[in-house]
């Protein structure tokens, strides 16, 4: 019987051991190794290199792992260690909240202008949406004329007042005052305007007509005149019908002299009308 006890309070004795657990069984005193602190891995050259390269280009997340380690170590080290740029306020780039300040616009529109694909973008490793552009790329597409009907280019670096909302502290007074010289040499070198539906009308003449600029919205419709919309129609200048021509009602780019005369609402021909056009088809 004294053998059997003395198997149990052995075997109880190997398990605490084992698991490290202290049980009623005292005899036998535990033996655990204490486990020596491993010392932190140093940072390498080469993995600085690879975190500036990389930094505000893929998430912390995806670098610990490429470098294997730990999420939090890489976080800690980037931002005590390395003290890089928060990735939103690099020199470099500009968030789409600084370029509506910039432009005079609202941020919104901005936001749907790179939705659409209209202007170039990249998005940040952030849980937040946080678009931004290189500023390069910026002053090149501002300074592009096609662009001009998605803000208006006597607005740009002049701070146009947006509601209650506060100018953001890394606004760059330096770049958006250059930006706006240069827009301004562009637009007055720059041979042709856009030009609205009603404006257009009145560019052709048609100013003291009533709806006219609908006769000018059918011909964008029909594909008779080109147009790029963006909350309305634009028109550039150059683009609208030769000297001598009008657009009739019926949205079709005809001779002045044709204005006035009978029109088919059959097939928007001039000269006979709809019982003609009827007869002419039998």
């Not at 309070?9 to 005292?26: H, I, K």
């Not at 891995?41 to 792992?65: D, K, M, S």
């Not at 973008?121 to 946080?130: A, E, Q």
Request: charged share 25%; with cysteine.
């Amino acid at each position: 019987m004294m053998n059997e006890i003395d198997e149990v309070e052995r075997a109880a004795a190997l398990a605490e051991v084992e698991t490290g657990v202290r049980g009623s069984c005292a005899k036998i005193p535990l033996q655990i190794e204490k486990q020596k602190k491993q010392r932190p891995r140093r940072w390498t050259e080469q993995e600085h290199q690879y975190v500036r390269e990389n930094y505000g280009r893929i998430t912390e997340r995806e670098i610990a792992i490429y470098l294997g380690r730990a999420e939090t170590a890489v976080h800690l080290h980037i931002n005590r260690e390395m003290r890089l740029t928060v990735p939103s306020k690099s020199p470099k780039i500009m968030t789409a909240e600084q370029i509506a300040w910039g432009l005079g616009t609202d941020g919104k529109s901005i936001h749907q202008l790179m939705d659409v694909g209209l202007m170039p973008h990249r998005r940040l490793p952030t849980n937040d949406i946080t678009r931004v552009i290189d500023r390069r790329t910026l002053l090149l597409w501002i300074l592009d004329p096609m662009h001009w009907i998605y803000f208006k280019t006597e607005r740009v670096g002049m701070l146009h007042p947006r509601g209650n909302r506060y100018l953001p502290p890394c606004y760059d007074f330096e770049f958006w005052e250059g930006a706006r010289k240069v827009v301004t040499k562009a637009r007055a070198s720059w041979k042709d305007e856009w030009l609205t539906p009603g404006q257009a009308a009145a560019a052709l003449g048609m100013k003291h007509r009533p709806g006219m600029s609908h006769n000018v919205n059918k011909a964008i419709l029909l594909g008779n005149l080109k147009a790029t919309r963006w909350g309305n129609w634009r028109i550039l200048r150059s683009d609208l019908p030769p000297k001598g021509m009008m657009i009739n009602v019926a949205g079709r780019i005809v001779s002045k002299k044709a204005i006035g005369r009978v029109l088919c609402g059959r097939c928007g021909g001039i000269g006979h009308n709809r019982l003609t056009c009827a007869r002419r088809s039998k």
